[in-house]
């Protein structure tokens, strides 16, 4: 059974960091693109990164050069530095396994960046 489960979310101030963890149980995680994806309040769910499985790394225009995701598929984790956060980063983060086929999300982890 496929099962990811995020943490690391929190209160930040704006410019301030987090680093959210995504740890994967289940089979061929390096196989697998792995995307973050987040959701504001009252908005629908937004792309934010993916890391296909050969190790490509693409980034919505809004967190580029600020997020830096990463895998380390010996351990099954995903990875998404969060550098010089904005109050409009404000979301739950969801990390899923290949959105675009049979796709498998976890529960989410809040981030709130606020003074």
């Known amino acids: 059974e496929v099962q990811l489960v995020e943490s690391g979310g929190g209160l930040v101030q704006p410019g301030g960091s987090l680093r959210l963890s995504c740890a994967y149980s289940?089979?061929?995680?390096?196989?697998?693109?792995m995307s973050w994806v987040r959701q504001a309040p009252g908005k629908g769910p937004e792309w934010v990164s993916t890391?296909?499985?050969?190790?490509?790394?693409t980034y919505t225009e809004s967190v580029r050069d600020r997020f830096t995701a990463s895998r380390d598929n010996a351990k099954k984790m995903l990875h998404l530095q969060m550098n010089s956060l904005k109050p409009e980063d404000t979301a739950v983060y969801f990390c899923?396994?290949?959105?675009?086929?049979?796709?498998?999300w976890g529960q989410g982890t809040q981030v709130t960046v606020s003074s």
């Open positions: 899923a396994r290949d959105l675009g086929g049979n796709s498998y």
């Open positions: 890391i296909v499985g050969g190790g490509r790394i």
């Open positions: 289940g089979s061929a995680f390096g196989y697998y693109d």
